[in-house]
């Protein structure tokens, strides 16, 4: 099941960021993996948020199936005032300093969701936290989608889009910022356990083209290797721009759908096309030659 062809712009079957119950996502790792599979995906990585909970029982499945599943997980961190996402993808699984680094988000997302649910609570939504367990339907840390699926079921927004624009998106009440840890320190356990850092959706933080570049900057500085070239559905001129800034800088480009839930607004393998760039895929990186073979 070799990963052909080595260029972004004319690979298929392939997503290197989604998500399951193991954070926020509405599949199990099973349910995903069966879809992945039912949609003609070969080689995906698992992302949840600050965990690999789920990775044993997506492999469990994938290896039923016939698919390459990569580990992986989306970190939370901070770079100058703004919260940023680096995907670890993880041939080896987590180990070293991200053993310890994970078990410290998991904490920072305990205390961030009681937040979330104090500030509901003062726009209507009874019991906030408990509804949002209610809804996360496990004991694992709650986020922000819980919370709108809540607040859906409360009846007090019509759908999630709308629960995030009027409560728990960027700048709104619900949007609580925790005590993530900085971005170098975050790309160094990542390296740690024999990983690769990419850059999650450069295009999604609102930032200027200018600041874009030097969080990239930066990103490199701390031994990141590559950034989402393409994550779900994005302008095609901008992302041409994102290739010049990427390959600058001479990092990998990755792809993925960040899906989260089925009909939402992407699905897994479903994505804005790669625009025709020199940038060498994440794929083609050394320390994932047994993922792509």
Known sequence: MTLLPDALDSVSGLDLHMHSTASDG????????????ARGLTHMALTDHDTIGGVAEAAAEAERLGLRLLPGAELSVQWQGVTIHVVALLP??????????????????????EEIARRLEAVGLDDALAKAREQAASERPLGRPDFARALVAAGLVPDMAT???KHLGAGKRGDVKSHWPYLGEAVGWI????????????????LTRRKRGLLLDAFVAAGGEAAELVSGF????????????????E??????????????PSAPGSMSPAPRTALAPVWTHPRLAAFAA
Do not use: I, M, W
């Open 26 to 37: 509405a599949l199990s790792p099973t349910e995903l993996v069966a879809l992945c599979h």
């Open 92 to 113: 080896d699984g987590v180990r070293g300093e991200l053993v310890e680094g994970l078990a410290a988000q998991a904490r920072a997302r305990v205390v961030r969701g």
């Open 163 to 165: 629960a995030f624009k």
């Open 191 to 206: 390296r740690d356990a024999g990983g690769v850092a990419v850059l999650a959706h450069p295009l999604r933080y609102g």
């Open 234 to 249: 994005q302008n095609a001129d901008v992302t041409r721009d994102l290739a010049g800034q990427l390959q600058e800088r």
């Open 251 to 264: 990092l990998y480009g990755s792809l993925g759908s960040d899906f989260h839930f089925p009909g939402g």
